[in-house]
């Protein structure tokens, strides 16, 4: 998926890119997350939740994330949502920087399960 914004004379894109990971579907994201690339980034992770069957294992990894809005953080819960009704599961990678740091100021009460690392998110008991 490639979200695209013409703001000026910059262009704003929101890259996300698949892997596997111990049995863990991981969606690493890349650029911004706001109110022009959340709706995209809403049906991708819609489309990755629901053609993963039953329980979901997912894991999104924020770390080349260089901006997120309160409207992205309200894509991430809904998939969250979306995975746990389904039985699953959905981690977050959020390395030390801006995006964490406006996670831990926003503090969702939401369940999220927030790692610092891929390998710390993919652990059977993380």
Known sequence: M???DRRG????KLRVSLARLDGWIVASLAG???MLTVPGLRAHLAELVADHGRRPQVIIDL?????CD?????????????AARRGGA??????PGR????????????DLRIHATLVDA????S
């Open 2 to 4: 490639t979200s695209e």
């Open 9 to 12: 004379e910059g262009v704003a």
């Open 32 to 34: 911004e997350i706001d």
């Open 63 to 67: 770390g080349g994330v260089t901006f």
């Open 70 to 82: 309160v409207l992205g953080l309200g894509a991430l819960i809904g998939a969250h949502h979306m």
């Open 90 to 95: 959905l981690r977050l990678v959020v390395p």
């Open 99 to 110: 995006v964490r740091r406006f996670l831990r100021v926003t503090n969702p009460t939401h």
């Open 122 to 125: 993919a652990a059977p008991h």
